[in-house]
């Protein structure tokens, strides 16, 4: 029988996920990045913006269990319908998303419009994704943690640099571990499960922090991941995980929303009541 709503079916996919195809994961992970697209758009247009035929949608439906892909779309389209404050906003990104029937201006100030309204609308999908309680969990574990390590490489390099900075300006006792010499997984070598790492990473996922988190495990740290994907390695695990969505300006992928949610987490930690 398939899923009867929008939260099932992710609780299906990731439970199924490692058994799919190649062609059937790049849809799993689709529908769970951006079930939004997958609730408004036609089957056709997030094939194509995929990388993938029609029919492979249709095939992981029918795997899931619906007789085709238009039932499980309607169960992301009724949660996109019951956010009735989230739709000016999602309608804003169709648009956006949409082909320009004009070639973009490469002036300076026509960029500059182009980045400041995908930060807004990086910024609005972060607002309606985040909760309380996640922004919670993440700051318990640091009050928590007894040394924070803090590991992000390539991309998410300047985020995992921010979020070390911050924690250790509290007075937290914070390692960032940077891979200097490319010892990283030295680094965390001595860490126990009194730590905890705090652990960024966006696709292509880097060796250093697939090792980095490896190591973690096996000293049983805790770990907060900061990821795009649900089904990220970085996020796989993780006693707090997040999912950010990086607005994309011209090809460039921004670190808007991931600093933001760094952000949020410091300052959630610094005026919290029981801060250590």
Known sequence: M??????????????????????????????????????????????????VQPSTVVRLAKVLGFDGASQLQKLFKDEVVNSAGALGYKERIRRYKAPASNAKSNHVSSVLDEALECGIL?????RHSMNASEIATAVKLIQTASTIYVAGFQRSFPVAAYLSYALQRLRKN??????????????????????????????????????????AKRNKLKIVGISDSHVSPVVSGAHAPFIVHDPVV???????????????????????DTKA
């Open 122 to 126: 990086g910024l609005e999908d972060l």
């Open 174 to 215: 914070t390692i960032f571990i940077d891979g200097t010499g490319g010892l990283y997984e030295h680094q965390i070598s001595f860490a126990n499960k009194d730590d905890l790492l705090i652990a960024i990473g966006f696709n292509p996922y880097s060796d250093q922090i697939v090792a980095t988190l490896d190591q």
């Open 2 to 51: 398939p899923a009867s709503n929008a939260d099932e079916l992710r609780l299906q996919i990731k439970r199924e996920y490692e058994g799919f195809s190649k062609q059937l994961r790049i849809v799993a992970q689709y529908i769970l990045d951006h079930p939004n697209e997958i609730g408004l758009e036609t089957v056709t247009v997030v094939a194509e913006r995929m990388g």
């Open 250 to 272: 011209r090809g460039f992928r921004t670190l808007t929303s991931s600093m933001t949610l760094a952000q949020a987490i410091v300052l959630a930690y610094a005026f919290s």
